[in-house]
């Protein structure tokens, strides 16, 4: 299955900053996925990243507070934007995998102080 | 609207008996589903997809479309087996996946 890298693993941020996230791939994958995890919550789908076009992004979540970026295959970024303590959370990466579901990096804690 | 529900925050047994972890969804057509696990410092996993039929680890999970249900069952727990599950659901447009709110599973020597 397709391993992924994701950094930072955490990080400790202003309000009022941006912090962008970055998810590598070993392999090239159609559709990259963004999801949040808020503490004490489930996961939730931020928006799902493609290749070549803008991201699709879900209902609360919009473009100008997560910026994506998909330049190739093997690669994309999150941004979150202008961050407040609400922004903290574990922000998570996750690509399909062909045989084996969907696969997640180890995700990156970001708490906003 | 597609969603999954986990009754249980959180389930304590003994280890060596039996574990169910419940999970029911609601979804209109036929449904994708999966069981991820994390264990303590370790990222997401895939336990298991109910179209593979497969156990893992001796758990086994069963589609249920007549009560809408996919509950993680094992036999005999073990200490190791102590983590938070999720079940998830595949959305049927765009290839994406639907949480529930997970289960802590704790397992007590």
């Known amino acids: 299955s397709a391993v992924i890298s994701q950094k930072p693993s955490r990080d400790i941020c202003q309000r009022g900053t941006s912090l962008t996230i970055q998810c590598q791939v070993d392999s090239q994958v159609t559709m990259m996925f963004w999801y949040r995890q808020q503490p004490g919550q489930s996961l939730t789908l931020i928006a799902t990243?493609?290749?070549?076009?803008?991201?699709?992004?879900e209902s609360g979540f919009v473009i100008d507070k997560f910026p994506i970026s998909r330049p190739n295959l093997t690669f994309s970024t999150l941004t979150v934007s202008n961050m407040s303590p609400e922004d903290s959370s574990i922000y998570l990466c996750?690509?399909?995998?062909?045989?084996?579901?969907?696969?997640f990096g180890s995700g990156t804690r970001l708490t906003v102080v | 609207a597609q969603r999954v529900t986990q009754p249980e925050k959180l389930l304590s047994v003994f280890k060596g008996a039996p574990v169910e972890l419940k999970c029911n969804y609601s979804?209109?057509?036929?449904?994708?589903l999966f069981w991820y696990v994390q264990y303590s410092r370790q990222r997401l996993q895939l336990l298991l997809r109910h179209i593979s039929r497969e156990s893992i680890k001796g758990f086994t999970a069963d589609l249920n479309k007549g009560e809408t249900s996919f509950h993680l069952k094992k036999p005999f727990a073990q200490e190791e087996d102590s983590a938070m599950y999720y079940c998830a659901l595949l959305r049927e447009y765009g290839n994406k996946l639907v949480f529930g709110a997970g289960t802590i599973l704790r397992v007590k020597s």
């Open positions: 979804y209109s057509g036929s449904p994708e």
């Open positions: 996750s690509v399909e995998a062909r045989d084996s579901g969907y696969t």
């Open positions: 990243a493609n290749q070549g076009s803008e991201a699709t992004y």
